[in-house]
């Protein structure tokens, strides 16, 4: 085995992140009580823990601290994250933190959760996350002070399937943890369905020629439970170092028995010929290295 190879899990953590700068990966996740821990790594292999990046009082919230991710801007950091049900924008100078507002606010007026950042080609940044309230995953254009957004742009861009892989149970929760990518000017944007509890758990995709849709659902999960790996969702993306692969990075359940403590997995994601987006995933043996 290769000392760069790897095998899932490669981390302890929620609704996981990976940023990748200055040639090293800062993995973010859903990890502490009273705001988020990071942890940096050079290889995806060995992980050292970096202590707190955020800590509640240095920002909004005061529980359920929740699927941050982070994008480095104008030369400084944002973590968007979700507290007490809300989504909010912290600041730092280092992907290390320690990230905090100067202004204490909610970037949305209502509840919402899961927010995940996206740059175009243009230098527009978008801002999609799940309507609490609404079950719905919307898109939003950020202000250039990313710091607030503009309303009149608020889009409803997926709404839940009633049936099929996306509710496996029905009286479930449906779609949530947006993430977009983009391929060849077409905009892929991925989501996780079925309740977080669920083994059923997964990502699906929906393609659209705008980044604020109309998106079309693929019929199927792009990644789904196995026969040692369940509960498989709530994703980012980043990239390796040469940038020539996309790496998918996910969490699972801690077992086959066990939910919690969710588990940090890493596997390749490709474009095939067709356009189509694909997880090669999840895998449970020692894979080469993707970093």
Not at 9 to 31: S, V
Not at 77 to 99: C, E, I, N, Q, R
Not at 264 to 279: P, Q, R, S, W, Y
């Amino acid at each position: 085995m290769n000392k760069t190879d790897y095998l899932n899990p490669i981390h302890k953590g929620a609704d996981p992140f990976i940023l990748l700068y200055d040639d090293k990966y800062y993995l973010y996740a859903t990890n502490a009580e009273d705001g988020f821990k990071v942890s940096i790594s050079n290889d995806l292999v060995n992980w050292e823990d970096k202590g707190y990046c955020l800590e509640k009082g240095d920002a909004m919230g005061e529980k359920w601290f929740w699927a941050p991710e982070v994008i480095f801007l104008k030369n400084k950091f944002y973590m968007v994250y979700t507290a007490d049900k809300h989504v909010a924008v912290a600041v730092a100078d280092s992907p290390l933190g320690p990230f905090k507002q100067t202004e204490m606010n909610w970037l949305l007026e209502y509840e919402a959760i899961d927010g995940h950042f996206f740059c175009d080609d243009d230098g527009t940044v978008y801002m999609y996350y799940r309507h609490v309230m609404d079950n719905r995953i919307c898109g939003v254009k950020m202000n250039d002070d990313m710091k607030s957004v503009i309303y009149d742009t608020n889009t409803i861009l997926l709404i839940p399937k009633e049936s099929g892989w996306e509710r496996v149970d029905p009286t479930k929760l449906g779609s949530e943890g947006p993430f977009v990518l983009k391929h060849n000017g077409k905009y892929y944007l991925t989501y996780s369905s079925n309740d977080y509890t669920s083994q059923d758990y997964a990502v699906g995709c929906a393609t659209s020629d705008s980044p604020l849709g109309k998106y079309t659902k693929y019929d199927y999960p792009i990644l789904s439970k196995s026969e040692t790996a369940v509960g498989t969702g709530h994703h980012s993306f980043t990239y390796s170092k040469d940038f020539k692969r996309i790496i998918c990075v996910y969490h699972r359940h801690f077992s086959l028995e066990s939910v919690e403590p969710r588990m940090t997995c890493i596997d390749e994601a490709v474009f095939k010929e067709n356009g189509e987006l694909a997880i090669l995933g999840p895998t449970d043996t020692i894979q080469k290295s993707i970093s």
